[in-house]
């Protein structure tokens, strides 16, 4: 299950976006940037680990989200799509999975989850571009994609804000957002491994 297969129904809704950004004369490079500066945001709100800055934090990761995807439609709108601008976009969507995890793990102060979370994350999405990189194409399956982690940091953060006490082994919500992503994140890595190996 992955959200990442319904994006070309994004693409349908991107209109007035790629239009407005076209409009007032930004790059898709500046619109990956944009991305990036939103899930900063969402990093430092998490990190308070306040009620209100979880709402805040929500919204930014949701906003990161949303302009990942208007970057590539803005570059295909104005028929600029390079491997600089795919590259550019590669790199900081790392760095920002990395800054949100990071950004829910200091809000709870669970650094060892927080690291096998982020390199369960880390791995899934290097076996997406490693198997695109071998010339089979790439590849947006598995149990979570990026899709699915951006919608499941947004939620886990607007339920933070309102319910934060321990709900199964000591964790709260956010917590368990860290154990998901360390147990499915590896598991998606080897998923996609294996598929990749089976069409190589």
Same mark, same amino acid.
């Given at each position: 299950?992955?959200? *990442?297969?319904?994006?070309? &129904?994004? #693409? @349908?809704?991107?209109?007035?976006? =790629?239009? %407005?950004?076209?409009?007032? +004369?930004?790059?898709?490079?500046?619109?990956?940037?944009?991305?990036?500066?939103?899930?900063?945001?969402?990093?430092?709100?998490?990190?308070?680990?306040?009620?209100?800055?979880?709402?805040?934090?929500?919204?930014?990761?949701?906003?990161?989200?949303?302009?990942?995807?208007?970057?590539?439609?803005?570059?295909?709108?104005?028929?600029?799509?390079?491997?600089?601008? *795919?590259?550019?976009?590669? &790199?900081? #969507? @790392?760095?920002?999975?990395?800054? =949100?995890? %990071?950004?829910?793990?200091? +809000?709870?102060?669970?650094?060892?989850?927080?690291?096998?979370?982020?390199?369960?994350?880390?791995?899934?999405?290097?076996?997406?571009?490693?198997?695109?990189?071998?010339?089979?194409?790439?590849?947006?399956?598995?149990?979570?994609?990026?899709?699915?982690?951006?919608?499941?940091?947004?939620?886990?953060?607007?339920?933070?804000?309102?319910?934060?006490?321990?709900?199964?082994?000591?964790?709260? &919500?956010?917590?368990?957002?860290?154990?998901?992503?360390?147990?499915?994140?590896?598991?998606?890595?080897?998923?996609?491994?294996?598929?990749?190996?089976?069409?190589?």
């Amino acid at each position: 299950m992955t959200l *990442d297969q319904y994006r070309s &129904v994004a #693409d @349908r809704l991107l209109g007035p976006w =790629v239009r %407005a950004a076209a409009k007032i +004369g930004l790059s898709p490079d500046q619109v990956s940037v944009l991305a990036f500066v939103a899930a900063v945001a969402a990093a430092g709100a998490f990190a308070v680990g306040e009620p209100v800055f979880y709402i805040l934090g929500a919204v930014c990761v949701l906003l990161n989200g949303w302009l990942d995807i208007v970057d590539g439609a803005l570059a295909r709108h104005l028929e600029v799509a390079s491997d600089g601008g *795919d590259l550019l976009d590669h &790199v900081l #969507d @790392r760095y920002a999975d990395i800054a =949100v995890i %990071a950004g829910f793990t200091v +809000g709870i102060g669970a650094y060892a989850l927080g690291f096998v979370a982020v390199t369960g994350v880390l791995m899934t999405s290097y076996m997406g571009t490693q198997i695109q990189a071998v010339g089979i194409g790439r590849e947006y399956g598995g149990l979570l994609g990026r899709a699915d982690r951006l919608a499941l940091m947004g939620v886990v953060g607007l339920v933070a804000a309102v319910y934060s006490a321990p709900v199964v082994a000591g964790l709260n &919500v956010v917590g368990l957002l860290l154990a998901l992503f360390a147990a499915v994140g590896h598991l998606t890595a080897v998923q996609r491994f294996l598929g990749a190996w089976r069409d190589l």
